[in-house]
Structure formats: C-alpha cells, structure tokens
C-alpha cells in the first residue's frame, strides 16, 4: 500500500461529468489498496468569474478580501468531489487550507507556504478516508485566508505530498506527460518516461507549461517523485526524478521555448565600474526581471550590453534604459520586442562536448541568425527573431534525434 497525492486542475473539475470521471479515477487509485489525499483546483473558468464579479464592485479590490473570494472556488471543488465520491459508496472527508491548516506568510495572492500541520490528516487517512483537500489556498499566522498565486493548487499538492512522506505526487492534467516539446510546433514530439527535477526546472522556466517552476522546486527540494498523468486517457506518465540518465542514454532531454521575449540594447557606454549596476539598478528598481545579459569587450573606452525582458516589461524597460543611457552618456539605446528564445535541455551536456556546435551548425544551415547565446551546465539557450521559431524548434528537435531516440 502506498501513499499517493492526487492533483486535479480546473479543466478536469469542468463540469458536473468530469468531476464524476475525476471520482472514478480515485477509486481505482483505492481499490489498489493506496491511501489518498486529493488536491482540486476550482471548477475551470470559476477564478475568472470571481474576479470579473470583483472587479464590478471595486477597481482595486482590497487584496485580503480578493483571497477570501477566490478561496471559495476550491471550496466548492472540494465540495462536489467529495459527494460525487460520497454517492460511489466512499468513505471521504474535505479540507479547506485552513482546515488542514497550511500555513502560509500574509503576502496575499502570492503567499508562500511555511509548514503544513499533517497531524489534521492522519486520522482521516487512518480510518480508510478519501481526503480532498483545497489547492491554492492557505491560512496566516493571523488566521487570514491567503492564496497562493499562478500554480498554486500543484504547490499545495507537492508540499502536502512532502509533508505526509507521500510515495508519489501525480499531477493530473490535460496532457498525458512531458513531452520532448511543444507537440503543436512539432507533431513528431515524444512522451518522455522520466526526466529529471534540473531538468524540468530548466524547461519550465523556458516556457514549458505543464507545471509552475514554484511546484518543481519544491518536489525538487524536498524530494518528492513527481508524475505528470492526464485526467482523460490512461497511461504512465513521465516521471520527475532525482535520479539522473546513465551515460549512455539521450544527450538531450527537450526543446523549450519561450515567444515573450524583447531585446534591448545601449551602444558606446563608457567603460568604467558601475555602469552595469546604473542600468540594471534602475530597471530592478521598476521591479522588471532581466534574462538573457551580454556585454561586448570595452573598445576605445566605450563598451556596449545586450539583455532581454518579457515582451509586456519592454515599453517600462526602454523608459528608463533611455533615461539612464542618456545620464550616462551612451551613444543609443535600439531595442526590438519581436524576439523568442529557444533552448535545448538536457543533463547529458554535463558529459558531453560539442553540444553547442552542433546546435549552431543546425540553425545556421537553415538560416536561423542568432542574436545572443546563454548556457549553464544543462541548458543552452538563444535568441532569435520570433518569425524563426517554430523554424529552430523543429530544426534542433530534427538535429538531436528526439523524434527517434529511446529515453
């Protein structure tokens, strides 16, 4: 008998049929003799409503009350699971965050978990009950409802999974795994059976969006094995793991990439200490995250840098790059907000040479012009003109033998 944490999105929960197939499912999880707690997500399209419904009653709705309308979407989820699994002859118990007691700081609509008082659940799960607990919510130390921003529901699952000493994490959705990328930019896309936390930290952050980077650090950290399953066909999943390749398995893992991208540019700055911390100074004062940072090699007293933002940070980013290059003298300041990023991951680098070349070699032979390189030890990543995207995903999918090669 194992431990198993459950978490099922809004999609899953969509409709009175889905959270019947999403009981069905749990039982077949029980009748093979596992223990369950089960994670929901609001009924998919109910968190829009709530906000929408705010929002005509007060422009700037106060943030507390915010977390304490949007709770209520889960709560209802839970609700309806619990009678659906109820009315199947099921023994079940439903849990707000506060109930279970997940303790969170105050920052609301992005609290972040502090601990999570597991003693509530033993018992439930002692007497043989289905527990079905609330994703994206928490309590503070002052008995406030917090919620806990994009991704949420996978967070509570993963740390409730961590907290309980869970066998495994499942994380049901509307894809049945990860795949070695995005199978609308290429149908020839593969299933991967496992993959590891490095690696789906590094393809999350680059735009893979089956899980929230906040859910695979915390599996990550606390060792959880996480499995990515779909709520609407059987199968097995991929497997995220500690446990890395062997050596002679794939060299790369996947293909991310990322469409919200922008470059921004500052020509002829003086070469001197703490130029870099006076542009990046003043953009991080405006709370605007900088990626990608290249700098040329200083030349006749001048040097230049390269960096990139998200799309929707670039007209704040340009104002002040514009105002701080001109405070110190640069000859321009040139940007575009038409770039991507597209990156191959895979801890496979770590042991082999060459990787970079090759990537290069493949776009160049399609025409594919790069306009900044970032790497670490298991990820290479460029920028390029957004129309040439799908272009260098194929093309690099194509180079490594994804389609093809046994993972």
């Known amino acids: 008998m194992a431990l198993i944490v459950q978490k099922y999105g809004g999609t899953s929960m969509g409709s009175p049929e889905r959270i019947g ?26 968190t829009d409503r709530l906000i929408k419904l705010a929002k005509s009653i007060s422009a700037q709705p106060p943030a507390r009350e915010m977390d304490v309308l949007l709770a209520t979407g889960e709560q209802v989820a839970i609700a309806l699971l619990a009678m659906a699994l109820a009315a199947r002859g099921a023994a079940v118990r439903s849990y707000t965050g506060a109930q279970v007691r997940i303790l969170t700081d105050s920052a609301h609509s992005k609290a972040r978990i502090v601990e999570i008082d597991d003693k509530r659940l ?7 009950e289905i527990v079905v607990v609330a994703g994206f919510q928490g309590v503070d130390g002052s008995g406030s409802i917090t919620t806990l921003g994009r991704g949420g529901s996978d967070t509570t699952a993963v740390a409730l999974a961590a907290a309980l000493k869970a066998d495994e994490c499942q994380i049901y959705t509307d894809v049945d795994g990860v795949y070695t990328t995005d199978p609308r930019v290429e149908p020839r896309a593969r299933r991967l059976d496992r993959i590891t936390f490095e690696e789906m930290l590094e393809m999350a952050s680059l735009g893979a ?8 650090e915390f599996a990550g950290k606390y060792q959880v094995p996480l ?5 609407f066909v059987d199968g097995p999943g991929t497997l995220i793991t500690l446990e890395e390749h062997g050596l002679e398995d794939p060299l790369i893992s996947g293909v991310a990439f990322n469409r919200d991208e922008a470059q921004i540019t500052v020509a002829g700055i003086p070469d001197h200490p703490g130029v870099a911390f006076s542009i990046f100074g003043s953009i991080a004062a405006r709370n605007i995250e900088v990626d990608v940072i290249v700098q040329s090699i200083g030349q006749d007293g001048l040097t230049g840098l390269s960096f990139t933002v998200h799309r929707n940070d670039y007209p704040a980013a340009m104002d002040v790059v514009r105002k701080t290059a001109a405070e110190l003298g640069a000859r321009a300041v040139s940007g575009d907000d038409k770039m991507a990023k597209v990156s191959l991951v895979g801890v496979g680098m770590r042991s082999h040479a060459g990787v970079a070349a090759r990537m290069f070699e493949a776009l160049a032979a399609e025409g594919v012009n790069i306009r900044m390189i970032s790497t670490s030890e298991i990820k290479i990543s460029v920028i390029v003109d957004e129309k040439y995207t799908e272009l260098a995903v194929r093309t690099l999918h194509e180079a490594f033998g994804l389609a093809s090669q046994p993972v």
């Open 21 to 46: 197939a999403v009981a069905d499912r749990v039982l077949r999880a029980r009748d093979q003799g596992h223990q369950l707690v089960v994670v929901v997500s609001a009924m998919s399209g109910e």
């Open 122 to 128: 033993r018992p439930s799960l002692d007497r043989g």
């Open 209 to 216: 969006k089956v899980l929230q980077i906040r859910s695979v």
């Open 227 to 231: 499995r990515v399953l779909s709520s």
